[in-house]
């Protein structure tokens, strides 16, 4: 959708650019954390016994959490751009009916239906934001526990046998759950900081 400059316009570049900036402020130390996690771990991967639970624990998390870190610069990267040249991130995007019939108004000032959209999206996007950190928080102290328990009673592979095969799924799960919370904490401190982008995009 081609659109000539206007107040509307330039309003949605000024959110398109804040809303790419949160995802700089928020994910930016979560990608550090998981370059510092895979860092930390690999020191504890040599220190650990060879052929250990320890081991191999440290060795999986290191992998991961480097995986996972590179994916995440990438985005960064990707976000850098759009904050730098919203307008980039703009062309060729198809938005919603309700948005463009506000773009297409020209004016600053949101439309009424626009307006309740907004209204709409935050009722439920800023408790979810605000819920998601909260879990956050909670598994990832559960996940570390979990983890720092397996590995003291987990020190060769005969004392393995008899840990507890729930206690490692559980570890396994919370683990996983971190990494889906960090995405969604991301995607709804975004939406909840910058909801216009949202709007106009989904109505």
């Keep these: 959708m081609q659109l000539l400059t206007s107040p509307a316009y330039d309003r949605l570049?000024?959110?398109d650019r804040n809303f790419h900036l949160v995802f700089l402020v928020v994910g930016g130390p979560f990608t550090l954390a998981l370059f510092i996690l895979s860092g930390f771990s690999w020191m504890r991967f040599r220190r650990a016994y060879r052929r250990s639970f320890p081991r191999r624990t440290y060795v999986c998390f290191a992998a991961v959490s480097l995986i996972l870190g590179l994916l995440m610069t990438v985005v960064f990267v990707a976000n850098v751009t759009s904050v730098v040249?919203?307008?980039?991130t703009l062309s060729g995007t198809t938005f919603s009916p309700l948005g463009a019939?506000?773009?297409?108004s020209g004016r600053a000032q949101l439309s009424?239906?626009?307006?309740h959209a907004i209204d709409e999206r935050l009722a439920w996007q800023r408790p979810k934001a605000?819920?998601?950190t909260v879990l956050l928080v909670a598994f990832g102290a559960l996940t570390g526990f979990l983890w720092r328990a397996l590995i003291r009673q987990s020190t060769s592979d005969e004392q393995l046998r008899k840990v507890?095969?729930?206690?490692?799924?559980?570890g396994v799960l919370?683990?996983?759950?971190?990494?889906?919370?960090?995405?969604?904490?991301?995607g709804n401190a975004e939406g909840a900081l910058h909801p216009l982008f949202l709007a106009v995009l989904y109505g």
Excluded at 85 to 88: A, N, R, V
Excluded at 101 to 104: D, E, N
Aim: with cysteine; glycine share 8%.
């Design 13 to 15: 570049l000024t959110d």
């Design 85 to 88: 040249d919203p307008g980039q």
């Design 101 to 104: 019939a506000w773009l297409q």
């Design 112 to 115: 009424p239906l626009l307006q």
């Design 130 to 132: 605000v819920i998601c």
């Design 164 to 170: 507890s095969r729930l206690m490692l799924g559980a």
């Design 174 to 186: 919370s683990a996983g759950a971190c990494l889906l919370l960090m995405v969604m904490v991301i």
